[in-house]
């Protein structure tokens, strides 16, 4: 027979495990309230009853609260799954709010070699011919601009939440894209052997329009 203080024992063994696997329980909801994890990285909890699909909007991350979650008492003493998703969506989210901070804060004029100033006039074209924009498009500044886009389009692909500077990003992301689509869509032609002419194809220039507004 189980004498009285054995069962005690495990009751409070019991008690304890519960008391852990509630606390478990409720650190999971936490972090999904954050973070948006893929349905193949949730395993056995893909059966879980009201489980969000995949292409619901996604939260926008809170660094501090993030932050707060993976200070849990909770992690000390059991291994979560998400807890590594975790960690790694707040490191990229703070270094894309960094780069995003070096973005805004670079001075693009500083390593232009271009220093003149544009015309002040409303025509894109100059009188002889040459194309202003292709100033910015084809300058120094206008290229590093598009590598630092680039890396952070990469990063901000990573991050399973939406962060606060996610849309400020997006707007510049456009833009840049918008400006390059204008270079790209400009042809010249130099008809019967004359002086060349830029030119744009109507759909291109339809489009162009379109697409600068809905910036």
Known sequence: PIDSKTVGNLQQVILRVQDLHLAANMWQEEVS??????????GKESDRENQ?????????????QLANILKDPILLKIAMPRE??????????????????????????????????????KSMVGEDGRFYLYRLTESLPFETLK???????????????????????EWIRQCVKWIQSVHDAVGEQAPFGGTARIFLQTKDATDILSNGNQI
């Open 33 to 42: 309230s954050v973070l948006s994890i893929p349905t193949s990285e949730r």
């Open 147 to 169: 590598v630092s886009v680039e890396e952070l389009v990469h990063l901000c692909s990573e991050i399973a939440a939406d962060t606060l500077g996610e849309k400020v990003f």
């Open 52 to 64: 969000e699909p995949e292409h619901t909007v996604r939260p926008k991350l809170s660094f501090m």
């Open 84 to 121: 590594v998703a975790a960690r790694e969506v707040l490191e990229k989210a703070k270094k894309f709010e960094q780069l995003l901070y070096n973005l805004l804060g670079t001075d693009y004029n500083h390593i232009s070699t271009d220093k003149a100033p544009y015309p002040d006039t």
